[in-house]
């Protein structure tokens, strides 16, 4: 008999030809989060289970499981064998207070009872050792799973812990996560992970005119989303070369979308340099001055590669819900300015013209500037 941990997927079963792809992918995750652990790692039949761990340990394992893309439920299991007298046994221990039912799986055909009428003999036993214990077939308060396997292994259990489910992430960093200070962008991240896209991140300061307290903010933010983004590298940009340019020469209401349009001219050179497919925003629609469609459609048309906004139907509070399950919500409202902050023009352009932000930026020696720029992007590895 030995406690374990058994992790359920879900949408990698529809995956075909490609199923052992994905499996590998989330059995080697799994491996990662999991890595400080003293247990190990087991992939039976189409189950992926946890065992040798220390008790006092079973918490903290629980916890780096949900953080994992791709595991749909965890469920704390006691392994018996697959032996009628044993399960029934074990079951007659089960202290139940509640309405329940007993859920029968029968993988092994070879077991000499029929799941339904095996599920009927667990429950009259429950029944007989409970006193306040009655069973409630469509709605129980606690359903007892008995898993007979085709390994002569049966694993019971009572309780089951949902986790994000979506697909494991992949073994590169395709994405290039734009983060901000703000409450948006960590939750984009996370959004965009959740199918399986791994990401690193890059983030736009404007020293001296923001603090090294807000750049440390971030890097905070960063290490915060590590777990779920898979990130490994942290670009940090100075935008303050540029800003103090648009600041002297360019048109005040255009500032923020030709600062704007000069971040995706950043993420485009690093797309090209270490291969990111894709550049990921925490943009939403209407959200700001910046975020109409003629100022997305600006900052769009200087992207070389797909930009995903995951979040652009999203309400602010939806936004907020998920920052405060993913634990970012309370670093993104410490009181840091960010670079687009910088130099804030009072009136911004709602509805920025293409042509005329050409024209904005035709006034500077731009290529020289981003040029200069990117030679300086810091690299921190997270
Ligand atoms: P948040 O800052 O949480 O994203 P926000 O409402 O402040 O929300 P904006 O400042 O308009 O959003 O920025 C829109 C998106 O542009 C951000 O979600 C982020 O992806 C990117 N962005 C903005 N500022 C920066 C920055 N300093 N560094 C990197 N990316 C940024
Ligand atoms: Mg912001």
């Known amino acids: 008999m ?9 949408e990698i079963h529809l995956k075909g030809g490609n199923k052992k792809y994905f499996l590998n992918l989330l059995y080697n995750n799994i491996k990662e989060a999991i890595k400080d652990f003293d247990c190990k790692l087991e992939n039976i039949q189409n189950r992926l289970i946890v065992r040798g761990y220390n008790d006092s340990e079973e918490q903290d394992i629980i916890d780096a499981l949900t953080s994992v893309f791709g595991v749909h439920s965890i469920s704390v299991a006691t392994e018996i064998n697959s032996d009628e007298i044993e399960i029934k046994d074990f079951v007659s221990k089960l202290k139940i207070n509640s309405s329940f039912k007993c859920d029968v799986n029968r993988a092994d055909k070879s077991f000499p009872i029929k799941s339904n009428d095996f599920a009927g003999d667990l429950g ?3 029944l007989k050792n409970n006193e306040s214990a009655r069973v409630d077939i469509h709605n ?20 089951t812990i949902h986790a994000y489910s979506g697909l494991p992430l992949g073994e590169k960093a395709d994405g290039l996560l734009l983060l901000s200070g703000g409450i948006d962008s960590p939750v984009a ?21 923001t603090s090294p307290q807000a750049k440390e903010k971030v890097i905070t933010l960063a290490k915060k989303i590590k777990k779920f983004i898979g990130a490994k590298y942290m670009y940090i940009c100075s935008m303050t070369k540029l800003q103090e340019e648009f600041h002297i020469h360019c048109s005040s209401e255009y500032a923020i979308n030709l600062l704007r349009r000069s971040m995706i001219r950043v993420a485009n050179y690093l797309c090209e340099k270490y291969k990111y497919k894709t550049i990921v925003t925490g943009e939403s629609l209407g959200q700001v001055a910046s975020q109409t469609i003629e100022s ?13 906004r995951p979040l652009i139907s999203f309400n602010k ?16 409202i410490l009181p840091y300015e960010d670079c687009c902050t910088v130099f804030l023009p009072r009136n911004p352009v709602i509805k920025p013209r293409i042509k005329d932000a050409e024209k904005e930026e035709s006034k500077i020696n731009l290529d020289y500037i981003l040029n200069e720029i990117v030679q300086n992007i810091e690299v921190i590895e997270l």
Do not use: W
């Open 296 to 308: 997305l459609n600006s900052t769009n048309s200087v992207a070389k590669n797909i930009v995903l």
């Open 189 to 209: 991240g996370f959004c965009m992970a959740k199918r399986g896209l791994k990401q690193d991140v890059l983030h736009f300061d404007s020293f001296p005119y």
């Open 317 to 332: 509070e939806e936004i907020i819900d998920i920052a405060k399950k993913i634990g970012t919500y309370e670093t993104s």
């Open 2 to 10: 030995e406690k374990v941990i058994l992790i359920r997927f879900n």
């Open 124 to 126: 009259e036993i429950v």
């Open 140 to 159: 129980p308060e606690k359903i007892i799973s008995v898993d007979i396997r085709e390994n002569g292994k049966t694993f019971i259990f009572t309780d």
